[in-house]
C-alpha cells in the first residue's frame, strides 16, 4: 500500500510571517499520519523558521529546489547537504518552472537528484510534458526520455527513495488540470516506465504524485486514480482553508459517500 502524499508547493510567495501563520492555521487540522503525509515546500528562507516549529509534529517542510554542488563559489544557490542539516528530507527538483524559466537541463538535473541522495535528502523529482501528447499518443514521450536521463546513475538500491511527479504542462498555473484520465494515464504510464528500468518490486512501491490545477473540488477524484499516490498543489494551497480541505480529502470523500 502507497501512503498518499499530498505537498503544497507555495512557489516565490509568502514571506516568513505569513508562513508561520499559516501553520496556525493548519497544525489543529492535520490528517492521521499514519494514513498519509503532508508536506510544505515555502521559500528557502522559511525553511529554518518552520522547521523549528514543526519538529514534533508530522509534517514535512521541503525545499522547492537545491544545487548539484554542496558548497563553494555557487551564488544564491541552496545547498542540499545544508537543508539535510536542518532537518529537511525531501527537496524538489525539475519543477517544470526550472525547466522552462531556469532552462535546467535533464543533465544538470540528473546532477541535484544525485547529489541529494548522496546527502540523504529524498529528491521529488517532476517530470512534465504537454497532456495532449499523452491523450492522443497514449504515450509522453518527452516524461520518458526525461526519466531516461534524470535517473542516469541512480541505482536500484537508491530509487525508492526517489518521489516522482506528474505534470502535464498546460495543466500547471493554468486552473485547468488534466482530466482524470489523462492525469491517471500519465501516472500509470510513468510507473511502467519506471518498472521498465527499475523492475516490477520497485514500480510498485514508488509514489507517484501528480500536479496541475488540484483544487479542493477536484483532489477527492484525482485521488482515487489507482496509479496516483499523492498531488503537487501550487496556486490552490496559498490558502489555508484550502489547503485543510485538501489534506483532509480522505475524509470529506467518506463523508460524500456515506
Ligand atoms: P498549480 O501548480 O497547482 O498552481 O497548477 C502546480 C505545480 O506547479 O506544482
Known amino acids: 500500500m502507497r501512503k498518499p502524499f499530498i505537498i503544497a508547493n507555495w512557489k516565490m510567495n509568502k514571506n516568513v510571517d505569513e508562513a508561520l501563520n499559516f501553520l496556525d492555521d493548519i497544525l489543529g487540522a492535520?490528517?492521521?499520519?499514519?494514513?498519509?503525509?503532508?508536506?510544505?515546500a515555502p521559500q528557502a528562507f522559511a525553511i529554518y523558521p518552520m522547521m523549528q516549529l514543526t519538529r514534533t509534529i508530522p509534517l514535512q517542510i521541503i525545499g522547492q529546489n537545491a544545487a548539484a554542488k554542496c558548497n563553494g563559489a555557487y551564488t544564491g544557490?541552496?545547498?542540499?547537504?545544508?537543508?539535510?542539516?536542518?532537518?529537511?528530507?525531501?527537496v524538489m527538483l525539475g519543477h517544470a518552472e526550472r525547466r522552462s524559466i531556469f532552462k535546467e537541463s535533464n543533465q544538470i538535473i540528473n546532477q541535484k537528484i544525485l547529489t541529494a541522495l548522496r546527502e540523504g535528502v529524498s529528491p521529488i523529482v517532476c517530470t512534465n510534458g504537454d497532456q495532449k501528447t499523452v491523450t492522443k499518443l497514449g504515450h509522453c514521450y518527452d516524461v520518458f526520455s526525461q526519466l531516461d536521463h534524470v535517473l542516469s546513475g541512480v541505482p536500484v538500491e537508491q530509487v525508492h527513495k526517489i518521489i516522482f511527479s506528474f505534470e502535464p504542462t498546460a495543466a500547471i498555473g493554468t486552473g485547468n488540470h488534466a482530466d482524470l484520465e489523462t492525469a491517471e494515464h500519465g501516472c500509470l504510464l510513468l510507473r511502467q516506465e519506471i518498472q521498465r528500468i527499475y523492475g516490477p518490486k520497485i514500480?510498485?512501491?514508488i509514489?507517484?504524485?501528480?500536479?496541475?490545477?488540484?483544487?479542493?473540488?477536484?483532489?477527492?477524484?484525482?485521488?482515487?486514480?489507482?496509479?496516483?499516490?499523492?498531488?503537487?498543489?501550487?496556486?490552490?494551497?496559498?490558502?489555508?482553508?484550502?489547503?485543510?480541505?485538501?489534506?483532509?480529502?480522505?475524509?470529506?470523500?467518506?463523508?460524500?459517500v456515506m
Open 77 to 90: 544557490e541552496i545547498s542540499v547537504r545544508d537543508l539535510a542539516a536542518m532537518g529537511v528530507n525531501y
Open 207 to 256: 509514489r507517484i504524485l501528480y500536479g496541475g490545477s488540484v483544487n479542493p473540488k477536484n483532489v477527492g477524484l484525482i485521488m482515487a486514480a489507482p496509479d496516483i499516490d499523492g498531488v503537487l498543489i501550487g496556486r490552490a494551497s496559498l490558502n489555508a482553508q484550502n489547503f485543510v480541505q485538501m489534506i483532509n480529502y480522505q475524509q470529506t470523500t467518506l463523508a460524500r
Open 30 to 40: 492535520l490528517p492521521d499520519s499514519e494514513k498519509e503525509d503532508v508536506g510544505i
Open 203 to 205: 514500480a510498485e512501491q
